[in-house]
């Protein structure tokens, strides 16, 4: 068996070949203007259009409302996590975290040193995402974070819970389910991802945020972290990652093209169903340890009966031509990641591989 170089990433993860290969066509000139989009200024009326335009599609895509305003930001989603205390908290006002999972401890950690941090949730082990009915919360608080999809651990909150009137607004980290499905903006006072999964490449972010959220008065900070004149500014206060902002506008459109979030909730949850019924048919040789309806339908961790089985897996992957199904080191094991750019066959291609890997070795 030897496969096309299937890319499982976890983040920066495969784009779609076609979006390459644009990219690739329009390098040396883009639209006309004989020079690199990357190599154009960034306040020039072929960029600003274009930038226009991605914010369009992704207003389109991900059915954005019109009280909310669009950030693309340089840094990534930790970058984001810091700065959200800053914007949308007075010093040290109480926010309340729910914690799932790596990268909820992400957010909290970085949140902690301007805001009074406390815990909403947090299960042990992590294998479920808390019911938002346990989750505990105050008035006061600044507001409430979770992580729409725990990219380690393989735990999703796929629902956008919806709080009591008197809640704080809610924040999502969705940097690895954004665009995977359909999710429900007007009830998130922000939402915010690095692009690396499904957007497109590392180097941008995007942040969603509510106008009212705007005009919190925040912490002492430098202009360049204040998101409000950001967005005044059109995520232009300095320089933005315009190459990225440019793979990014054709990641959007590509989605577009594909069908949008409904479309690719549908394949994401075919993909993710071929790969958790070979674990749950193995008789136990691949364990996830994710309780069902929390599982995540974009990373998709497994375990083998030791890490020995585990790392000999990995190798005979690679050699089949797989690429980065190691899991995190954070918790070992198998890693499968299927973003909206990675197609059934090749997840097919991988239910292969682990069906015949159990005929040998288990
Ligand atoms: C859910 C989640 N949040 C935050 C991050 C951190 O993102 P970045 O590396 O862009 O700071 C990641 C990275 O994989 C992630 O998966």
């Known amino acids: 068996m030897q496969t096309k170089p299937w890319n499982f990433s976890a983040g920066p993860s495969m784009l779609p070949p076609s979006v390459l290969r644009q990219a690739q066509r329009e390098l040396l000139d883009w639209n006309g203007q004989g020079a690199s989009v990357m190599e154009l200024s960034h306040r020039g009326a072929p960029f600003m259009e274009l930038a226009r335009g991605i914010e369009s599609d992704l207003r389109t895509l991900l059915a954005i409302p ?27 006002q109480r926010a309340d975290y729910v914690v799932s999972g ?50 380690i651990h393989g ?20 940097s690895s389910s954004i665009a995977s499905e359909p999710m429900a903006i007007e009830r998130l006072g922000a939402i915010y991802a690095g692009a690396q999964k499904n957007l497109g490449p590392v180097g941008i972010s995007v942040l969603i945020v509510r106008n009212d959220l705007l005009e919190r008065e925040g912490q002492p900070r430098a202009d360049i972290f204040r998101y409000a004149l950001q967005a005044e500014r059109d995520s232009m206060l300095n320089t933005p990652p315009t190459f990225n902002w440019y793979l990014l506008g054709l990641t959007v459109r590509w989605m577009l093209e594909q069908g949008g979030t409904r479309a690719f909730r549908e394949r ?7 790969l958790y019924e070979v674990i749950d048919g193995s008789d136990g040789f691949y364990r996830n340890n994710v309780q069902p309806d929390s599982r995540s339908i974009m990373n998709v961790p497994f375990f083998l009966p030791s890490a020995d089985l585990d790392a000999l897996f990995v190798q005979e992957s690679q050699r089949l031509g797989f690429i980065g199904l190691k899991g995190h080191k954070a918790i070992g094991g198998i890693r499968a990641s299927i973003y909206n750019a990675m197609p059934q066959e090749g997840v097919d291609a991988l239910a292969e591989l682990m069906t015949d890997f159990k005929r040998r070795h288990g």
């Open 66 to 92: 019109d009280n909310y305003r669009v950030l693309f930001t340089a840094g990534g989603a930790t970058t984001i996590q810091a700065l959200l205390a800053l914007n949308f908290a007075a010093p040290n």
């Open 102 to 151: 790596h990268w909820s401890q992400t957010a909290l950690k970085q949140a902690r040193p301007y805001v009074n941090v406390q815990i909403a949730a947090q299960p042990a082990p992590f294998d479920r995402s808390p019911d938002p009915a346990e989750w505990t919360w105050s008035r006061d608080s600044a507001f409430v974070h979770y992580t729409a999809n725990e990219t």
């Open 155 to 174: 735990i999703a909150q796929r629902e956008v819970p919806i709080l009591p009137a008197d809640a704080p607004p809610l924040i999502a980290d969705a």
């Open 268 to 274: 994401n949850e075919r993909k993710a169903h071929t």
